[in-house]
């Protein structure tokens, strides 16, 4: 199975502070990357897919890079609605895995 | 817009069975892969199985094999969850999932197997 590392696993930031959480995977998965919030109580919400492609209505402040083995999702000006966790996912091969998670909190 | 609600979740004692469905409308259902992912209080997203658009490929995580049995309903654009032989360890929010444009989630139903 294809392990997903996240870092960190918490962090706290300001608002309008630009916030970077980064996922490993433990061999190459192209660009089979997906990117996911999920708040307390709720459904996980897709963000991106394909590594760096925006899901329809996630609005532009968040993206995605990376290719192979190191991605990272970006949240360029942090809002109070953001605060989360985050989790990413590869979909390369099955099993499908998924990162521990990384958990947005306000400063 | 894609649309996937889950139902059939609840209580039930440990050795017991549940069946979760899962309607989906919005998209050509019988043209996609459907996946069921779950995830146990206060912890994080694990795959549990997936089925191919016409039903003829099937896996399991090892943690259900032989338990749970994935299934699809392509007339009635429903995705099924049979499972058996509950544990307290499948205690979870199981979601349905698809990969369209995107990856698309349902809300949720509630599993939880406790006496």
């Known amino acids: 199975d294809i392990q997903m590392t996240q870092s960190p696993s918490s962090l706290s930031a300001s608002v309008g502070d630009r916030v970077t959480i980064t996922c490993r995977a433990s061999?190459?998965?192209?660009?089979?990357l997906a990117w996911f919030q999920q708040k307390p109580g709720k459904a996980p919400k897709s963000l991106i897919y394909a590594a760096s492609s925006l899901q329809s209505g996630v609005p532009s402040k968040f993206s995605g890079s990376g290719s192979g083995t190191d991605f990272t999702l970006t949240i360029s000006s942090l809002q109070p609605e953001d605060l989360a966790t985050y989790y990413c996912?590869?979909?390369?091969?099955?099993?499908?895995?998924f990162g521990g998670g990384t958990k947005v909190e306000l400063k | 817009e894609v649309q996937l609600v889950e139902s059939g979740g609840g209580l039930v004692q440990p050795g017991g069975s549940l069946r979760l469905s899962c309607a989906a409308s919005g998209f050509t259902f019988s043209n996609y892969w459907m996946h069921w992912v779950r995830q146990a209080p206060g912890k994080g997203l694990v795959w549990v199985s997936r089925i191919n658009s016409d039903g003829s490929g099937i896996e399991y995580a090892d943690s259900v094999k032989g338990r749970f049995t994935i299934s699809r309903d392509n007339a009635k654009n429903t995705l099924y969850l049979q499972m058996n032989s509950l544990r307290a360890e499948d205690t979870a929010v199981y979601y349905c999932?698809?990969?369209?444009?995107?990856?698309?989630w349902g809300q949720g139903t509630l599993v939880t197997a406790s006496s």
């Open positions: 999932a698809s990969f369209t444009s995107g990856w698309d």
């Open positions: 996912q590869q979909y390369n091969s099955h099993p499908l895995t």
């Open positions: 061999q190459g998965i192209s660009n089979f």
